[in-house]
């Protein structure tokens, strides 16, 4: 089974010079509907503004360049529509995007990190399936003892920069490794669908662009899960 | 933790008030309630911090009652949460009628029914009130939260539906001949 259960888009502007005072108005009706607000470097310019949604595992973060939205656990659609990405997080980027110092978008940041459960093998079998796949005869002598291997492959072009590093799973762990600390996963139903092994893959994608809603989101979200697809071909 | 564990706790923070005040902050910052914390809490007095106003009375009461003997979730896991944006079109005795943003692209709407209790701490409900509401879902379970709209709600979508329906019949719509 594919799960997804750590994505984050950021949505990238230029600069908001009367950041934060010039927000707290357009955020301030979004608040009543988290469950949680965090204000870091309050009346700087490098203030980060967090709602936090605990019942769907969600949060959103204002910076004076960039509207961020983080969700910490598998969702099944998270295209469809009234889903958290567009009520709530489309609407306030509409409100920010209305405000008086708004410049333009620069660009987007789509991040997710795809899981491949496979919980009848065994982690080395996943492993040598894995070399066997991707690497020629050698490999195995550059470090005799590895205890990770994986695969990173680019294509940068004007409009977009992708990323693709695909490797072995062997459990929650691996997303704290890959995400740097940035994932904290608490919803016991995702932890309980990830906590096996398997392959998994992280998929940067920064898309150049000034123009930026829900379809273009949708857009970006088929086309990682086309690329997904293509990977595991036999899911 | 036992009573001998807190008692060592009450020395090392002091005063019970900065165990208060560490248990106001671990809320503020939106992190789980340590259970631990929260059992101490019940093993403390905790009359120096209710003074004899009776709200304060009855949250001290409700906080003993559901949280320290009854046990509590910290947070509720839902399968499925969709939010949607709405509006108030009808306000009966009983009963007051909404119509939903189903589809934003395709504009598709929805009217919905909600017994009036739902919407009682909204204060005085009005004809076009904005509103948002958030469906959760899990297997066995689900809930409806109510919320103001205000400032968050496009009414713009509303209005164009009502231009739409009104040009509905008209030759407009029709194609040329």
Sequence with gaps: MIYLPVHQLEIRYSHLLGFPNCIYSTISPFVKLASGIRIENENTHNAVIHLFFKDSFDTISVRWDRLIYKSESHKQDLTASNQFIQEPFFNLFGKIEETEGFGVITNVLYYSIFTRIKSTSEMESIRSDFEKRFFLDGFDKIIPDKTDVGVIIERHNPEKQLTINIGPYTGPQEIEKHGRGNFNIDDPETLSKISSIGEMMTLNLLHFTNKFNFSDFKNLHKEALSLVKQNWKDE | ?177
């Design chain 2, 1 to 177: 933790m036992n009573n001998s564990n807190f008692t060592s706790v009450r020395e090392f923070v002091g005063e019970t008030k900065e165990l208060f005040t560490e248990h106001v902050f671990r809320e503020t910052a939106g992190e789980n309630i340590s259970t631990d914390l929260i059992i101490g809490f019940g093993t403390t007095e905790l009359n120096p911090f209710v003074s004899t106003g009776i709200e304060q009375k009855m949250e001290h009461s409700l906080t003993g009652q559901d949280f320290i003997r009854g046990g509590f979730l910290a947070s509720e896991s839902w399968t499925k949460v969709e939010s949607f944006q709405a509006r108030i079109i009808e306000i009966d005795k009983n009963i007051v009628v909404c119509e939903c943003i189903i589809d934003k692209e395709n504009k598709e709407f929805e009217i919905r029914e909600f017994r009036r209790e739902l919407f009682n701490h909204l204060g005085e409900l009005k004809v076009n009130m904005p509103l948002i509401l958030i469906c959760k879902e899990r297997a066995g379970s689900a809930r409806i939260d109510i919320k103001s709209g205000k400032n968050i709600v496009d009414m713009n979508f509303f209005e164009l539906k009502e231009l739409y329906n009104g040009l509905e019949n008209s030759a407009l719509t029709q194609p040329f001949k």
